[in-house]
C-alpha cells in the first residue's frame, strides 16, 4: 500500500508558464517531506523540501506547498524552463528521519 | 568532494543466480540507504546501514540483504534472482540523521 502518491505519471507544460506536480500521502505522522528531481540514467537529485509545521517553501523558481488537513503537497515550477524536464519524485519521512516513502513519480516535460 | 559511486553500472545476471553491488558514501557521511525503482513502484526503500549497524528495513524478502563496512561503503546483495528484481538499484548517503541524502547513479540490474 503506497503511502505517498503521484497520481499523474506525466505532465507537459511550455516554456515560462508554470508547472504544478501534486502528491498526495495518507499517514499524518510524516513530519518532513521533499521533492527530488532525476535525470535518465542519473540518481535522483535533491530540489526543494518542507518540515511539515510549515506550509510553504520557496527556493528561486521552486514552491512546495503543504496541506496537512488534505495530506497533499505540491511543487510549483515558475516559471518553466526545458533543462527542467525531468521525473519528479515527491517524498515522505517518518520522524525519525531514517526511511523515505517515495511516489511514483511525475514526468515533466517542458516545450520549448 | 566526489559523490556517492556505485559499482558495478550495469549487470545482467541470470534466474537463480545471486548478485553483489556496491556502493561508497561522500566522504564523511556515515548513513547508506538502498533503494529500488521500478518504473511502477517508484522508489521504494530497501534498507539503512549507519555505523556498520542496519537501522532501518524495508519490506523486501529475505533475499535481498546488505551491509556496511567500517570505511561506510555498503554493500547490498540480492540471492535466488528472480525476473522481478530487474530494477534500478541507488544508495544513498547522509552525514546525519537530519541530512539530505546525496544518491548516486545507481546499479542497473537485469535478471533474464
Known amino acids: 500500500d503506497q503511502q505517498v502518491k503521484q497520481n499523474s505519471p506525466s505532465l507537459s507544460v511550455q516554456e515560462g508558464r508554470i508547472s504544478i506536480l501534486n502528491c498526495d500521502y495518507t499517514?499524518?505522522?510524516?513530519?518532513?517531506f521533499l521533492w527530488y528531481k532525476k535525470y535518465p540514467a542519473e540518481g535522483p537529485t535533491f530540489l526543494i523540501s518542507?518540515?511539515?509545521?510549515?506550509d510553504k517553501n520557496e527556493d528561486g523558481r521552486f514552491t512546495v506547498f503543504l496541506n496537512k488537513s488534505a495530506k497533499h503537497l505540491s511543487l510549483h515550477i515558475v516559471p518553466s524552463q526545458p533543462g527542467d524536464s525531468a521525473v519528479y519524485f515527491c517524498?515522505?519521512?517518518?520522524?525519525?528521519?531514517?526511511?523515505?516513502?517515495f511516489g511514483s513519480g511525475t514526468k515533466l516535460n517542458v516545450k520549448p | 568532494k566526489a559523490g556517492v559511486t556505485q559499482t558495478p553500472r550495469y549487470l545482467i545476471k541470470t534466474r537463480g543466480q545471486q548478485v553483489t553491488l556496491s556502493c561508497s558514501p561522500i566522504?564523511?557521511?556515515?548513513?547508506v540507504s538502498w533503494y529500488q525503482q521500478t518504473p511502477g513502484q517508484g522508489l521504494q526503500f530497501l534498507f539503512e546501514?549507519?555505523?556498520?549497524?542496519?537501522?532501518n528495513k524495508g519490506n523486501f524478502p529475505g533475499r535481498f540483504s546488505g551491509r556496511q563496512f567500517s570505511n561506510s561503503r555498503s554493500e547490498m546483495n540480492v540471492s535466488t534472482l528472480e525476473l522481478g528484481d530487474s530494477a534500478l538499484y541507488l544508495c544513498?548517503?547522509?552525514?546525519?540523521?537530519?541530512?539530505?541524502?546525496?544518491f548516486g547513479p545507481g546499479t542497473r540490474l537485469t535478471v533474464t
Open positions: 499517514n499524518s505522522m510524516f513530519d518532513y
Open positions: 517524498a515522505a519521512i517518518s520522524g525519525n528521519f531514517n526511511k523515505f516513502y
Open positions: 544513498a548517503s547522509t552525514r546525519d540523521r537530519d541530512g539530505e541524502q546525496y
Open positions: 566522504s564523511g557521511h556515515r548513513s
Open positions: 518542507i518540515s511539515s509545521i510549515k
Open positions: 546501514y549507519f555505523s556498520e549497524t542496519q537501522r
